[in-house]
């Protein structure tokens, strides 16, 4: 079984400014900088033979590539109970058209459609919860102080295919397949 999922990576200077948004607040297991990203579609566990097909749909996806700006911070949950603390990204229909593209590849490919609405985000850490600690209320000061967060105009011009594996430090992502979008229209 492989754990699949697609997504825009970054380059080490995006990721190194994301880095910077990561730390103060107490109880959060912050993501490794090698493994930020932006997610296009999880997919989740697959045998092999599917992940060939998925590879194969989205292989077929021709787009030209595009400018992405991401702007902001915010949460997924409440500030008292926080799912996620995420870096947004910037309004770009570019993106919104190559997410479609992909979710209609995955279910080219055998796959139900995602039930949630997709809502861009990086996802910059997750509560420990294992560490029994809640972030309490230096998120809300987190929230504000790094609210001013943003990356302009970062070019896209690929897409891929990440396995995630989990390790004794994280998960552990790595790319399984590369796909080359276009000369920007």
């Known amino acids: 079984m492989l754990r699949l999922f697609v997504a825009i990576r970054f380059p080490e200077v995006v990721r190194e400014r994301l880095r910077l948004l990561q730390g103060g607040i107490e109880g959060v297991a912050w993501t490794r900088p090698e493994n930020l990203h932006l997610t296009l579609r999880f997919i989740g566990e697959v045998e092999e033979p599917v992940a060939a097909d998925i590879d194969a749909a989205l292989a077929g996806i021709a787009e030209p590539g595009f400018d992405l700006g991401l702007s902001g911070v915010g949460i997924f949950g409440t500030v008292e109970r926080p799912r996620v603390l995420w870096a947004g990204v910037e309004g770009s229909a570019a993106l919104m058209h190559l997410q479609a593209k992909v979710e209609r590849a995955v279910?080219?490919?055998?796959l139900e459609p995602e039930r949630q609405r997709y809502t861009p985000h990086v996802t910059l850490g997750r509560p420990a919860a294992s560490r029994g600690r809640r972030p309490g209320g230096r998120l809300a000061q987190w929230l504000e102080q790094a609210g001013g967060f943003r990356v302009p105009d970062i070019p896209v011009g690929s897409f891929a295919l990440?396995?995630?594996?989990?390790?004794?430090?994280g998960p552990d992502y790595q790319p399984l397949a590369d796909y080359p979008l276009g000369a920007p229209g």
């Open 107 to 110: 279910m080219a490919a055998g």
């Open 162 to 169: 990440m396995r995630s594996q989990r390790g004794s430090t």
